[in-house]
C-alpha cells in the first residue's frame, strides 16, 4: 500500500504523470489504516497547497472528500471520538476529520472533547460554541 503512494512522489518530481498518481491513490477509498491514509495526505497537502488559488481547487476537494468519505464514515466523523487513551486512533480520526470538514473545526471539536477526556460534551454543544465563536469572534 505504502509503494502505492510513491506515485505522489514521482509525479511531484516530474517523473510521472499527475493522473496516474490520483489512479493509485483511489484505492485509499477502501483503506482503513492510518499509516497509507497519513502518507497520502502528507503528499496530498502539498498538492492542496499548490492548488488552493487554483480554479480547479474545487475539483480537487471534491475529489479528496471523494475519496475521504468511506473513512471518514467508518472513524465516525466528528460525532463519535476514538479513544482519548489510543493515541493512533485519535489522530487518525482528527487527521481525516481536518481534511474532510476542514481543520479549524475538526480541531476545535476535538480539543473540546480531549479535554474532557471522555465524550459527555454532547456533539450539539460543541457546534453551539463554535458557531458563538465564529459568529461572535
Keep these: 500500500n505504502i509503494k502505492k503512494l510513491k506515485a505522489m512522489d514521482l509525479a511531484w518530481t516530474g517523473?510521472?504523470?499527475?493522473?496516474?498518481?490520483f489512479d493509485m491513490i483511489n484505492y485509499l477509498h477502501q483503506e482503513s489504516e492510518f499509516i497509507p491514509w497519513k502518507s497520502a495526505l502528507e503528499n496530498l497537502r502539498l498538492v492542496n497547497r499548490l492548488l488552493i488559488r487554483s480554479p480547479v481547487y474545487?475539483?480537487?476537494r471534491a475529489y479528496?472528500?471523494?475519496i475521504l468519505k468511506p473513512i471518514y464514515n467508518k472513524l465516525g466523523g466528528i460525532t463519535k471520538v476514538a479513544d482519548p487513551n489510543d493515541f493512533t486512533a485519535v489522530k487518525h480520526q482528527s487527521m481525516i476529520a481536518g481534511w474532510y470538514v476542514g481543520n479549524f473545526i475538526a480541531k476545535i471539536i476535538l480539543m473540546h472533547f480531549l479535554?474532557?477526556?471522555h465524550v459527555?460534551?454532547?456533539l450539539e454543544i460543541v457546534l453551539k460554541r463554535?458557531?458563538?465563536?465564529?459568529i461572535n469572534g
Excluded at 15 to 21: H, L, N, P, T
Design 64 to 66: 479528496i472528500r471523494h
Design 120 to 122: 459527555a460534551l454532547k
Design 15 to 21: 517523473q510521472q504523470d499527475y493522473s496516474i498518481a
Design 130 to 134: 463554535l458557531w458563538n465563536i465564529l
Design 115 to 117: 479535554k474532557l477526556g
Design 58 to 60: 474545487g475539483v480537487f
